[in-house]
């Protein structure tokens, strides 16, 4: 039997990661980013000034890429040949020009393999665009994580609040708007919600009550045992 998947799909800022983390500490899965390998090859391109519209370039480059995603207790780390990046890979810089790394098809065939490839040992939790659609069609659970434009705005303003940065509201919801407009537009494996995959507003739910409702959502009679990773 293949191991179990639990995909969750949606724009930015709907809560995946902190959600899909969670489930995946509470079921003994393993948690895959697959954003965070997007970011790794766009900081790549960055780094060795590859220009985005060279597209043989970047393509090649990803052929020539190892990224590692690692974790050790509840800290994830992102390791781009060899080198820790993981806080390098979220700046703003990285964050606007992924879009142009996440429309390459070759890349993304690239990353797809790679994602795949985690299922053969593990039971995995993971988080993107199209991991339900492309990367996993035959999850055991698929989920559509959504929340309002408004919410996801506040959400990451507060998370930068955290880090110590003021932000300005009304920007960063014009560029969280303009992201999901790439996200969902691109012909390239857009985000879109399928439709066998649980849709799922967290507007107006706390972080618990999304996780309690994704295990809910469970077939308790298919699920593996805990395992340790
Ligand atoms: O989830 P995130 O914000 O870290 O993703 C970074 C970028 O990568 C975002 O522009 C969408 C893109 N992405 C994608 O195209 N496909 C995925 N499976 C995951 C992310």
Redesign the pocket.
Known sequence: MKNFVIAIDGP?GAG?STVAKIIASKLGFLYV????M??ALTLKAIKEHLPFANEQKLIEMARETEIELCQKDDKYGVILDKKIVTDEIRTEEV?KA??FI?SILPIREILWKMQRGYRKKHNIVM?????GSK?FPDAQLKVFLDAGVKERAKRRYLQLKEMGVEGNIKEIEKEIEL?DR??RQRSI?PLIKLPDAIYIDTTDLTIPQVVDKILSLLPVENLPAKTEK
């Open positions: 930015a995946k980013d697959t954003g965070a997007y970011r964050s992924t879009h996440a988080e993107g665009r199209d991991i990367v992201r790439k996200d494996s």
